[in-house]
């Protein structure tokens, strides 16, 4: 037997994968309608997301009606993000499917990568989306605190995400 060459390849063993593109655990998050850092452009500009506004509802001292809005969000968030989740996997298991099975040329290339481009494009958008509804229900001092409580104001060179211009309670 001979020992790895020095050239192998950092995917050495990724061949195995049910889907070469995914890892096992990017499969399971997309199917789960997991954030994946896709609305962390948002996140960090001051438009927090519905699951941690719920996780710190207290401290934030969310009104009874805040909190059934961004519960509401949440979860129509989650059935979407789920379904589009689950298409980009199908998307990438039949890109995928064509170059395994050698059925694949530049025609058939351009669909199956357009269509993966779409969905990661209508994922990115909802979480994003979510992110903008939310901090559309919340208060100035709500989303200071929340900024304040995830970590991300404190230093003396750090400011408060501004408020959208168009912010709506």
Not at 18 to 39: C, H, R, V, W
Not at 54 to 68: D, H, I, R
Not at 70 to 78: C, P
Not at 136 to 163: H, N, S
Request: aromatic share 2%.
């Amino acid at each position: 037997m001979h020992p790895p060459s020095s050239n192998a390849s950092p995917y050495a063993g990724e061949q195995a994968r049910e889907i070469k593109s995914l890892s096992p655990e990017q499969t399971a998050d997309l199917l789960a309608g997991k954030g994946m850092a896709l609305a962390k452009t948002a996140e960090l500009n001051g438009y927090p997301g519905p699951m941690h506004t719920l996780e710190l509802a207290t401290p934030l001292e969310l009104s009874t009606e805040q909190k059934q809005a961004s519960e509401a969000l949440m979860k129509r968030h989650q059935a979407e993000a789920r379904d589009l989740g689950a298409q980009l996997v199908q998307a990438e298991r039949a890109l995928d499917q064509a170059f395994a099975s050698r059925q694949i040329d530049a025609a058939r290339l351009a669909d199956h990568t357009e269509r993966i481009g779409r969905l990661q494009a209508l994922l990115r958008k909802s979480h994003l989306d979510t992110h903008l509804q939310q901090a559309a229900l919340l208060k100035p001092e709500q989303i200071a605190r929340y900024a304040q409580l995830r970590g991300y104001t404190g230093a003396p060179d750090t400011a408060v995400p501004a408020v959208p211009p168009l912010h709506k309670h």
